[in-house]
């Protein structure tokens, strides 16, 4: 069954495809209209501004807190009567060095603030911070796509990990297109989507 969206589609196949479709497209628009620029880098209200962007045309739920507990395998995420306590946390977390940027990222992945959707507009906040903070962005082509799922598994009892394969990938990019682009193909091959190519959008 697919999740309940504005669509109407009850193939939860044709849903990825279209959300891809649609989120890329979206994800795109927020590069080039300047928008990204104007949201205040490592706030959950960053995160719900880019998460609203992105699905807002798929599901009533973009950019709110998810109502439900939910879980990946054998790990769950933030249980719902902590969710809002944890978000407030992180948006006091300090974020003036890569390390502290990478532990904030994980505490985010952690929150899981909503149903769907997470890890591309959580890649999207991770790179405004980082360009931000340290004139840098993941170039995340330069990502294992297996090697990051298993150092994100393991980040919350050992981030050493994740900090290595994200460091080893800044680049100072920051206003490359395609780059940003590369982050947003790897978020669909990350989840196993389809990938459609800029021009095909």
């Given at each position: 069954?697919?999740?309940?969206?504005?669509?109407?589609?009850?193939?939860?196949?044709?849903l990825?495809?279209?959300?891809?479709?649609?989120?890329?497209?979206?994800?795109?628009?927020?590069?080039?209209?300047?928008?990204?620029?104007?949201?205040?880098?490592?706030?959950?209200?960053?995160?719900?501004?880019?998460?609203?962007?992105?699905?807002?045309?798929?599901?009533?739920?973009?950019?709110?807190?998810?109502?439900?507990?939910?879980?990946?395998?054998?790990?769950?995420?933030?249980?719902?009567?902590?969710?809002?306590a944890?978000?407030?946390?992180?948006?006091?977390?300090?974020?003036?060095?890569?390390?502290?940027?990478?532990?904030?990222?994980?505490?985010?992945?952690?929150?899981?603030?909503f149903?769907e959707?997470?890890?591309?507009?959580?890649?999207?906040?991770?790179?405004?911070?980082?360009?931000?903070?340290?004139?840098?962005?993941?170039?995340?082509?330069?990502?294992?796509?297996?090697?990051?799922?298993?150092?994100?598994?393991?980040?919350?009892?050992?981030?050493?990990?994740?900090?290595?394969?994200?460091?080893?990938?800044?680049?100072?990019?920051?206003?490359?297109?395609?780059?940003?682009?590369?982050?947003?193909?790897?978020?669909?091959?990350?989840?196993?989507?389809?990938?459609?190519?800029?021009?095909?959008?």
């Amino acid at each position: 069954m697919a999740l309940k969206n504005k669509l109407g589609i009850d193939n939860s196949a044709e849903l990825a495809r279209e959300e891809e479709r649609i989120s890329k497209k979206k994800a795109l628009e927020l590069f080039e209209n300047g928008l990204l620029d104007t949201l205040k880098a490592g706030k959950f209200s960053a995160l719900k501004a880019i998460h609203k962007y992105l699905f807002d045309e798929i599901y009533d739920f973009a950019g709110e807190v998810r109502n439900v507990n939910i879980a990946k395998g054998n790990f769950r995420f933030a249980p719902l009567m902590y969710l809002e306590a944890a978000l407030e946390n992180i948006d006091k977390m300090p974020q003036s060095n890569f390390d502290e940027i990478v532990e904030k990222y994980v505490e985010m992945n952690i929150a899981h603030p909503f149903r769907e959707g997470n890890g591309r507009s959580m890649r999207i906040w991770l790179d405004l911070i980082f360009k931000a903070e340290l004139k840098k962005v993941v170039d995340w082509s330069k990502v294992d796509k297996e090697d990051y799922l298993l150092a994100m598994e393991r980040s919350p009892i050992r981030d050493i990990e994740i900090k290595h394969i994200l460091k080893s990938a800044l680049t100072d990019e920051v206003n490359n297109r395609e780059v940003y682009m590369k982050g947003i193909d790897y978020s669909y091959y990350y989840e196993g989507y389809t990938t459609f190519k800029a021009e095909e959008l």
